[in-house]
């Protein structure tokens, strides 16, 4: 069996209204996970875990704008 990365479906919104749940910046990205719940992560919190939040994420929803270091680019 090989480790497979679940895709999470990451969708872009305008603007969020959270704030990081780890040093309370205005959040970049809201995370919900595959268990239920969700999460919010300002851009330095985002990108220094995203792969862990990729891995756990069934939706990801990034603000307009923000490069999510843990979005699949398709270049
Ligand atoms: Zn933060």
Redesign the pocket.
Known sequence: MSATTLSPEIVTVASLAER??????A?KLEVTIAGGGTLA??????NKHAADLSRVAARVAVEQGFAWAGEVRTA
């Open positions: 990081c749940d780890r040093c309370s910046a959040a992560f300002c851009g330095h919190h985002g």
